[in-house]
């Protein structure tokens, strides 16, 4: 895993790869055995220490998986800042404010954004230059987005061209990727909101609806239990659906 602590610097997790592998290990090992005894307890039958190994590396990998989700989740909140963020930042050189009180406010303001560039603040603050504290932002920094703002701030210094006018392009760039995203959105959006009608709302009423009179024609009564167990199958269906056009959800706020 040669990309993991750079993983870990992105997701702000202050542990060294190989701690943050052998917590891992042991709690792969700690819910593996965990599941055993539970299992055994209801199954009682050795051959069921076989699935031991698949269940470890399961939970193992399924927990390194962790900061992949953590990066996923910044780079959303991210995204729904950046546009805010960097205009602020355009508005603040413009009126003739330094570079560096231009962070310091965009800190202040921002919740998401803010603290990467608080951690600018306070590298330039312990001696470190500007231009050094920006590479290393821009290294450990997880947006895209926000990378290209920052690169091009840095760029923009190296060369001595208005900060401000560079920022402007990216921040015209980032506008309209996002603009295509909310239209790729909107095209996928349709199909999904068919297929829920049918999957979610149709077949379960009507499918349940004619079981109810299948079951009074034949004499047969329906159990609670079962019709139950069909609300909380709908109910699953209906919030993976949710959960499907949520995560398909453009991240920004425009």
Known sequence: MPDLKLKL???RVSEEPEHYVKKTF????FLTFGLLIIAFSFIKKPAILLFAPFIFFFAFFYFMRHV???IDKMKRQINQEIVF???FLIIE???????YNAFVNLGRNYEVIGPFFNEIVEQVNLGTTMEEALNESITSTPSPELRKLMWQVLNSMRTGANVADSLNAVIDQIVRQQQIAVKEYGRKL????MFYMMMAVIVPSLGTTVLIVLATFLGFAMPLPFLLVIALIVGF?????FA???SARPPMEL
Do not use: H
């Open 9 to 11: 610097s992105q997701a």
């Open 26 to 29: 042991s709690t792969a090992i």
């Open 68 to 70: 992949d989700i953590k």
């Open 85 to 87: 963020a960097g205009r």
């Open 93 to 99: 050189l413009e009126s003739g404010v330094p570079l």
């Open 190 to 193: 349709n199909p999904i909101a």
């Open 237 to 241: 269906i209906q919030f993976m659906f």
């Open 244 to 246: 499907m056009i949520k």
